[in-house]
């Protein structure tokens, strides 16, 4: 199964990644600590994320797309990862 979306919530130390599946079934939804999530995106291929607005959300952008993934900064995306609930539903009505 293909991860196609992911949600991502940011965080000090635990981050919340939430990963839909090419036909809109969840893939994943596993908090993974700040040292451990750029080994999880390389292992990915290119898909689309989504993260919330906030103070570290463009440092997260530009690494994420120095990765391949598409991460598109809109005001609509500003609430899809503030918690694991909210990210999920965000996913599937983005």
Not at 76 to 88: D, E, G, M
Request: glycine share 8%; proline share 4%; net charge positive.
């Amino acid at each position: 199964m293909t991860v196609k979306t992911i949600g991502l919530d940011l965080a000090k130390e635990v981050f919340q990644v939430h990963g839909i599946s090419e036909n809109g079934r969840v893939s994943f939804n596993k908090a993974i600590k700040r040292a451990k999530l750029l080994v999880f995106f390389e292992t990915l291929p290119p898909c689309t994320i989504g993260i919330a607005a906030c103070g570290s959300s463009q440092h997260w952008g530009r690494t994420l797309r120095k990765l391949g993934h598409y991460v598109p900064f809109k005001p609509l995306l500003s609430a899809i990862a503030t918690r694991c609930s909210s990210t999920q539903s965000a996913i599937r009505n983005h």
